[in-house]
């Protein structure tokens, strides 16, 4: 069993900053990709960034500029640093761990149970 927790939501004023931690344990062989989603009330879980086991990173549009996704492989752990934060960036943030159980080849989808972020003055 894979166990991911998210950590670091909380309120900030529009053009604050907050960083998030997310941190997976359990049996696990190995990770491939990490990342964060977001999802607004009365909206769909949406991607804001991911990043690979090598560190490849990727960003959604309305986030690049503003978020840096990190990520320690030594302690399966993942960062976003989110700068210039605005009203529309309000949602529960989701981490995503895709990780390999050991002995089985499949790759899975573990997730957090999201941390809040509200933007406002």
């Known amino acids: 069993q894979v166990h991911v927790v998210e950590s670091g939501g909380g309120l900030v004023q529009p053009g604050g900053s907050l960083t998030l931690s997310c941190a997976a344990s359990?049996?696990?062989?190995?990770?491939?990709?990490m990342g964060w989603y977001r999802q607004a009330p009365g909206n769909q879980r949406v991607l804001v960034a991911t990043?690979?086991?090598?560190?490849?990173?990727n960003y959604a549009d309305s986030v690049k500029g503003r978020f840096t996704i990190s990520r320690d492989n030594a302690k399966n752990t993942v960062y976003l640093q989110m700068n210039s934060l605005n009203p529309e960036d309000t949602a529960v943030y989701y981490c995503?761990?895709?990780?390999?159980?050991?002995?089985?080849?499949?790759?899975?989808?573990?997730w957090g149970q999201g941390t809040q972020v509200t933007v406002s003055s």
């Open positions: 995503n761990a895709m990780a390999q159980l050991p002995g089985i080849s499949r790759v899975q989808a573990y």
């Open positions: 359990g049996s696990i062989f190995r990770i491939n990709n």
């Open positions: 990043v690979s086991a090598g560190g490849t990173t």
